[in-house]
T-cell receptor, first 112, second 113 residues
Framework: TQLLEQSPQFLSIQEGENLTVYCNSS?????LQWYRQEPGEGPVLLVT?????EVKKLKRLTFQFGDARKDSSLHITAAQPGDTGLYLC????????????FGSGTKLNVKP | GAGVSQSPSNKVTEKGKDVELRCDPI?????LYWYRQSLGQGLEFLIY????????KSGLPSDRFSAERTGGSVSTLTIQRTQQEDSAVYLC???????????FGQGTRLTVV
């Protein structure tokens, strides 16, 4: 069983549309990261959130950490074809700092 | 270096052969992680190093897998007697300290034929 569940698994939208990706768990995380991965590359860190209720913005991307630090969301406004990729959330739990638990990812395709 | 460097970027090997995958972390990063990713899936944890020691090897799938890290820097992941199910992208990441955000290399795509 996955500690972090991501949804949706796949998303295909037109350029200019908005979208939200969810990352949910029953566990509490001391921090949570969002990565984007393109084919043939390693994941690239987008943001880290650490405080419950925290909201961070990165241009058209808005990241939110749930109040209870069990879930997170990524909202993209006016998606561009350059946003296409695999979006991964990853978290560290308070009882094990030795590993990042990864969600299974959301494959986003933005069509021009 | 500026980022995490992994070599080789691609490796094709025959079933039963041994392979070594190398990771050069970001200079000064004490924590190093190996993950495995199968065909666009999420990442599966393999092993974590703090300095040269590996306090968490819990993700290594079998005793054919081993890893070491020397000088608190370069790490090598060795897979002995490779099997077809070992085919995957092996990713290395480093971070400044345990539990702090990790930065990934581009990965080694291993294909066992």
């Amino acid at each position: 069983t996955q500690l972090l569940e991501q949804s949706p698994q796949f998303l295909s939208i037109q350029e200019g549309e908005n979208l939200t990706v969810y990352c949910n768990s029953s566990s509490v995380f001391s921090s949570l990261q969002w990565y984007r991965q393109e084919p043939g590359e390693g994941p690239v860190l987008l943001v880290t959130v650490v405080t419950g209720g925290e909201v961070k913005k990165l241009k058209r991307l808005t990241f939110q950490f749930g109040d209870a630090r069990k879930d997170s969301s990524l909202h993209i406004t006016a998606a561009q074809p350059g946003d296409t990729g695999l979006y991964l959330c990853a978290g560290i739990t308070g009882d094990n700092f030795n590993k990042f638990y990864f969600g299974s990812g959301t494959k986003l395709n933005v069509k021009p | 270096g500026a980022g995490v460097s992994q070599s080789p970027s691609n490796k094709v090997t025959e079933k039963g052969k041994d392979v070594e995958l190398r990771c050069d972390p970001i200079s000064g990063h004490t924590a190093l992680y190996w993950y495995r990713q199968s065909l666009g899936q999420g990442l599966e944890f393999l092993i974590y190093f703090q300095g040269n020691s590996a306090p968490d090897k819990s993700g290594l799938p079998s005793d054919r897998f081993s890893a070491e890290r020397t000088g608190g820097s370069v790490s090598t992941l060795t897979i002995q007697r490779t099997q077809q199910e070992d085919s995957a992208v092996y990713l290395c990441a480093s971070s400044l300290a345990q539990g702090v955000e990790a930065f990934f290399g581009q990965g080694t795509r291993l294909t066992v034929v």
